[in-house]
């Protein structure tokens, strides 16, 4: 990382100080999750505008963007992909500034230094003393991956996260390929081949355990098993085809596997056939917006981010949301068939909260994903006949402020350093969110007109695992209680 960058991305670090570390590396193993998060904010101050526009100035920055805003162009993330350089001079919806930061081609996090860990051999957990002792296990095996990859190419910027697909493979893939063989014969076989959809396939590793697993335990079906891959990063695509054709066992599935280079927001074929779809920690990434509402008329705004010359991040609120946030909020209005978190708090207290000088003028942010909605979009478009099988977060610890709000961490070093706010220096930290799952059951159920079951992840690992595969010696298992904070939705 040259020198420039370090220097910007450090004093995006200094803005936004860092709290204590938290998931997705070895220092942030679940059970540090709880950490509390020991940040100091800076005083916003506001400035309304005829045309509807406020805007949230940082403290450290004096500069007023009236101008700025009036003259700069707003883009969008597809629109920055063909260029090499962060933008600067422009204006961007929360979701856009998130999905440019995070998949932009060239600086995007997930182009350049986004590495998932793979424990090489799998754990046998039937050896390991007990909980304390498979999660030193992780750590000494994390740090003897990093070294080396850092021999083959030494990354200080390295961003280096582990998912249940690779600490429990190939558990976790037979679990999934179990719950997919069984729905698949008591619906479609003979009359349909199992054809299987994996959005944002990390390593490949799950595709690789769901078709070892299929052809060992049932040869007929494995004959009839299409594996299609929608990847939109690159590189994990390269290493999810290296993986597929690396791997001893996996000479018979070259044939099924299809990888497909390409984001689903850009997906465009029609697919009739009945299909399985899976989404496994992809959803967390997807692009959210800002919503914060006027204390005393509880009316919503939409939140932006306007880069100056410098290329300083300046927060905005508007008073006209765009067609997408508004629709989020209708459609959540209309689908929701339990009360839903909001910002303003518990009706009662609203009027008390409000009245000066107690009260302040604007909420706190929520994070309402959109992105997600416009996914649910593409199934119902592109993917009639399909069944979705999605895993994600339910909470997140030590997120930023707000409803529904991200993680925002980078990595440096091998320590983890979360920040304060998801404007900052683009490809360089992971944004990522918890699903509300009764919202989101609810939203995927309105736009795709299909019934769901929502389940956590341990519920569905004790029904579909063979749980004796993953317990320690002392009758622990990791499997089912490492990720408390994470739930499944599935179409029946
Ligand atoms: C956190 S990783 C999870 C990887 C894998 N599912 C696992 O559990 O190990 C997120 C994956 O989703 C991919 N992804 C994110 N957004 C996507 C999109 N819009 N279309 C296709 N893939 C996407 C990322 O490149 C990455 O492979």
Same mark, same amino acid.
């Given at each position: 990382?040259?020198?420039?960058?370090?220097?910007?991305?450090?004093?995006?670090?200094?803005?936004?100080?860092?709290?204590?570390?938290?998931?997705?590396?070895?220092?942030?193993?679940?059970?540090?999750?709880?950490?509390?998060?020991?940040?100091?904010?800076?005083?916003?101050?506001?400035?309304?505008?005829?045309?509807?526009?406020?805007?949230?100035?940082?403290?450290?920055?004096?500069?007023?963007?009236?101008?700025?805003?009036?003259?700069?162009? =707003?883009? =969008?993330?597809?629109?920055?992909?063909?260029?090499?350089?962060?933008?600067?001079?422009?204006?961007?919806?929360?979701?856009?500034?998130?999905?440019?930061?995070?998949?932009?081609?060239?600086?995007?996090?997930?182009?350049?230094?986004?590495?998932?860990?793979?424990?090489?051999?799998?754990?046998?957990?039937?050896?390991?003393?007990?909980?304390?002792?498979?999660?030193?296990?992780?750590?000494?095996?994390?740090?003897?991956?990093?070294?080396?990859?850092?021999?083959?190419?030494?990354?200080?910027?390295?961003?280096?996260?582990? =998912?249940?697909?690779?600490?429990?493979?190939?558990?976790?893939?037979?679990?999934?390929?179990?719950?997919?063989?069984?729905?698949?014969?008591?619906?479609?076989?003979?009359?349909?081949?199992?054809?299987?959809?994996?959005?944002?396939?990390?390593?490949?590793?799950?595709?690789?355990?769901?078709?070892?697993?299929?052809?060992?335990?049932?040869?007929?079906?494995?004959?009839?098993?299409?594996?299609?891959?929608?990847?939109?990063?690159?590189?994990?695509?390269?290493?999810?085809?290296?993986?597929?054709?690396?791997?001893?066992?996996?000479?018979?599935?070259?044939?099924?596997?299809?990888?497909?280079?390409?984001?689903?927001?850009?997906?465009?074929?029609?697919?009739?056939?009945?299909?399985?779809?899976?989404?496994?920690?992809?959803?967390?990434?997807?692009?959210?917006?800002?919503?914060?509402?006027?204390?005393?008329?509880?009316?919503?705004?939409?939140?932006?981010?306007?880069?100056?010359?410098?290329?300083?991040?300046?927060?905005?609120?508007?008073?006209?949301?765009?067609?997408?946030?508004?629709?989020?909020?209708?459609?959540?209005?209309?689908?929701?068939?339990?009360?839903?978190?909001?910002?303003?708090?518990?009706?009662?207290?609203?009027?008390?909260?409000?009245?000066?000088?107690?009260?302040?003028?604007?909420?706190?942010?929520?994070?309402?994903?959109?992105?997600?909605?416009?996914?649910?979009?593409?199934?119902?478009?592109?993917?009639?006949?399909?069944?979705?099988?999605?895993?994600?977060?339910?909470?997140?610890?030590?997120?930023?402020?707000?409803?529904?709000?991200?993680?925002?961490?980078?990595?440096?070093?091998?320590? =983890?350093?979360?920040?304060?706010?998801?404007?900052?220096?683009?490809?360089?930290?992971?944004?990522?969110?918890?699903?509300?799952?009764?919202?989101?059951?609810?939203?995927?159920?309105?736009?795709?007109?299909?019934?769901?079951?929502?389940?956590?992840?341990?519920?569905?690992?004790?029904?579909?695992?063979?749980?004796?595969?993953?317990?320690?010696?002392?009758?622990?298992?990791?499997?089912?209680?490492?990720?408390?904070?994470?739930?499944?939705?599935?179409?029946?």
């Amino acid at each position: 990382m040259d020198s420039l960058v370090l220097n910007q991305l450090f004093r995006q670090l200094f803005r936004h100080p860092a709290c204590q570390s938290i998931r997705r590396s070895p220092s942030s193993l679940p059970r540090s999750q709880t950490r509390s998060f020991l940040t100091r904010r800076t005083p916003a101050k506001r400035k309304v505008q005829d045309d509807g526009m406020l805007w949230v100035k940082r403290g450290d920055i004096t500069k007023n963007i009236d101008e700025e805003y009036r003259t700069y162009p =707003t883009v =969008t993330a597809k629109e920055l992909r063909s260029r090499r350089e962060r933008p600067r001079q422009v204006k961007m919806l929360t979701r856009e500034f998130i999905d440019d930061s995070l998949y932009n081609p060239h600086y995007g996090y997930f182009s350049k230094h986004a590495t998932i860990f793979t424990p090489g051999e799998p754990f046998d957990f039937n050896r390991i003393d007990d909980g304390p002792a498979f999660h030193r296990m992780v750590g000494e095996r994390y740090i003897e991956f990093e070294d080396r990859l850092d021999e083959i190419k030494p990354d200080i910027a390295r961003q280096l996260w582990h =998912t249940p697909t690779e600490l429990f493979k190939p558990y976790y893939g037979e679990t999934i390929a179990r719950y997919l063989v069984s729905n698949y014969k008591l619906t479609l076989y003979p009359y349909h081949d199992l054809i299987i959809y994996e959005m944002g396939a990390g390593n490949g590793t799950m595709m690789l355990n769901i078709l070892d697993f299929i052809r060992d335990t049932d040869y007929e079906v494995y004959q009839r098993t299409k594996f299609k891959i929608i990847e939109i990063s690159p590189a994990l695509a390269d290493l999810q085809y290296k993986n597929l054709t690396d791997a001893l066992n996996s000479r018979g599935h070259r044939d099924r596997v299809e990888i497909i280079n390409r984001s689903i927001f850009d997906w465009d074929t029609y697919v009739h056939s009945p299909c399985f779809f899976l989404g496994l920690e992809v959803f967390d990434n997807f692009g959210h917006d800002t919503i914060r509402y006027d204390c005393q008329t509880e009316m919503p705004q939409q939140g932006g981010v306007l880069i100056d010359a410098a290329g300083e991040f300046h927060e905005y609120y508007n008073n006209q949301l765009d067609p997408v946030a508004a629709r989020f909020l209708r459609v959540r209005q209309a689908a929701a068939r339990r009360p839903f978190p909001s910002p303003l708090g518990p009706r009662l207290l609203r009027g008390l909260r409000s009245t000066p000088p107690f009260g302040k003028a604007h909420s706190l942010p929520e994070y309402i994903p959109t992105r997600l909605m416009q996914f649910f979009d593409v199934l119902n478009q592109y993917f009639p006949a399909h069944r979705l099988v999605a895993s994600d977060f339910s909470s997140l610890p030590d997120a930023v402020p707000g409803i529904n709000a991200p993680v925002v961490q980078t990595r440096y070093q091998r320590q =983890t350093v979360p920040v304060t706010t998801p404007f900052v220096h683009q490809g360089y930290f992971d944004i990522f969110f918890p699903t509300d799952f009764n919202v989101v059951e609810d939203v995927y159920r309105a736009v795709t007109g299909k019934l769901t079951q929502v389940m956590s992840h341990e519920d569905f690992v004790d029904r579909w695992a063979y749980i004796e595969d993953t317990e320690t010696r002392n009758g622990e298992n990791p499997f089912l209680t490492w990720y408390k904070n994470a739930s499944m939705l599935m179409t029946v």
